[in-house]
């Protein structure tokens, strides 16, 4: 903000005196900021952004995409299965049930 606050006094001290007319009445801010380093490096600054951005997402679902899985594997499971009368090792299923599911605990704990 300090080019254009710069610029703008610039610009006070002209009306309040005898000037020339500019080629133009309106105010230009690009010429004002065209040498600052924010608009000079503004391309590579957002490249910049948004590839640290894209390697931050793949990161991300790197590590938690196997527990995004595990998670969503369980919201699809049908427990009432498990009641089942027709279940050949009703006692060995629930077990192993309750094992599997004692084991995403320890996994989405560490």
């Given at each position: ?71 969503w ?32 605990h320890?996994v989405?704990?560490?």
């Amino acid at each position: 903000m300090t080019p254009y606050a710069d610029a703008l006094e610039e610009w006070d001290e002209k009306v309040g005196d005898n000037w020339d007319e500019p080629d133009s009445l309106k105010l230009d801010p690009k010429t004002w900021i065209q040498e600052d380093p924010l608009y000079t490096n503004q391309k590579e600054m957002v490249t910049d952004i948004l590839k640290s951005a894209f390697e931050k997402m793949r990161l991300f679902m790197t590590r938690f995409a196997p527990l995004l899985e595990i998670y969503w594997r369980n919201k699809q499971a049908d427990l009432k299965i498990l009641v089942d009368e027709q279940l050949m090792n009703p006692i060995d299923s629930l077990q192993n049930t309750i094992r599997l599911f004692n084991h995403y605990h320890e996994v989405f704990n560490t």
